[in-house]
């Protein structure tokens, strides 16, 4: 069978001589000998043979390519896609005098969590019938369909804002968790003597008509991993008050997308 020709690509090679000018002029500066290149490309491919190359760029590359495009452009900061994102959610729908209850087990452990938002674009127009991807961990700090026990979608869905770009959840408080640490990417978190955990958030996704898709995460104070996140993925207008109501607990932040 003869194979299809490939057609050249002046944008992969253009970000390809400059990934390589880059990486020579960091081997110069770093001064490494051999030995020291050897094991790094053992430890490459160990990364790799892993499957954790997505969770090391996610968490030590993801963060400062965000900051780098969008610091100092309006609307809401995104944040970390993350590896624990999977398609399929369920749609989540409301009943009649009652709000949407995130995808979960009816015996589900944790605290009671009311998280209400708005949806804006930067011009100040609310953003009706935004597709709202909403996903967490349980109270035991693991993800569904990765490392829990519990069902594919678990904590886990889609919605849509309201005429007013208004939306509320009903769903369990996240809590902090540790990102693996027993592979190459532990390893490497040993050697910069850097603990592996990430604070508790939600994480969702925006897509409006006409606008950037945004993806971040929701942030709560007090968090006692907020400073110093391994991941390098809290923003402060991400952060928000977890407000305690007897019974449940409150929590509420709005969001701004930036038109295309």
């Not at 015996?107 to 709202?132: C, I, Q, W, Y």
């Not at 490497?188 to 006409?210: V, W």
Request: charged share 25%.
């Amino acid at each position: 069978m003869q194979k299809q020709a490939v057609q050249k690509n002046e944008r992969v090679e253009e970000v390809f001589h400059l990934f390589v000018k880059h990486v020579q002029n960091f081997l110069k500066e770093a001064k490494l000998n051999h030995e020291e290149y050897t094991n790094f490309v053992n430890w490459a491919d160990r990364l790799g043979r892993a499957g954790e190359l997505p969770l090391y760029t996610d968490v030590f590359l993801e963060s400062h390519v965000l900051k780098a495009m969008y610091t100092n452009k309006p609307g809401t900061q995104p944040s970390l896609l993350g590896p624990y994102f999977i398609e399929g959610s369920p749609l989540l729908k409301k009943e009649s005098g009652k709000p949407l209850v995130l995808t979960q087990r009816h015996d589900e452990a944790g605290e009671v969590l009311m998280f209400k938002g708005n949806v804006s674009s930067t011009d100040g127009m609310p953003l009706p019938n935004t597709r709202v991807e909403m996903w967490q961990n349980d109270h035991s700090g693991k993800y569904s369909a990765f490392d829990a026990d519990a069902p594919r979608y678990n904590l886990r869905g889609h919605f849509y804002t309201d005429v007013n770009g208004d939306f509320e959840v009903k769903t369990i408080v996240p809590v902090p968790y540790s990102i693996p640490a027993d592979g190459p990417t532990g390893e490497f978190l040993k050697y910069m003597d850097q603990h592996p955990m990430r604070p508790a958030h939600l994480h969702l996704m925006f897509k409006a008509e006409g606008h950037e898709t945004l993806i971040t995460q929701v942030f709560f104070e007090g968090d006692e991993w907020l400073e110093t996140d391994v991941a390098d993925g809290v923003r402060t207008d991400l952060v928000t008050k977890l407000e305690d109501k007897g019974g449940h607990k409150e929590a509420s932040l709005n969001f701004v997308m930036r038109p295309q």
